[in-house]
């Protein structure tokens, strides 16, 4: 008795990224996701504590973010 395995592939569409965001692949180097993880999860942190929202009491901690990803080539 033998089985056989049925291989299909599948296409993903996805959309384009928003306009004020620059992606840099590099496939030496770092993916966004995995840099600047203490800077993103105090900005996220401060946002879902806040009273008003979070975009005028995080200014700080979203800039210290955006300089983080900055220094690795992502424009944000």
Do not use: H, Q
């Not at 965001?21 to 105090?42: N, R």
Request: charge should be neutral; aromatic fraction near 6%; charged fraction near 30%.
């Amino acid at each position: 008795m033998s089985s056989s395995v049925k291989v299909v592939s599948e296409t993903v569409t996805t959309s384009a990224a928003p306009e004020n965001v620059v992606l840099k692949p590099s496939p030496s180097g770092p993916k966004p996701c995995c840099v600047c993880k203490e800077e993103k999860s105090a900005r996220d942190e401060c946002f879902l504590f806040s009273d008003k929202g979070g975009e005028t009491e995080c200014i700080d901690k979203i800039d210290a973010y955006k300089k983080c990803m900055a220094g690795f080539g992502f424009k944000i």
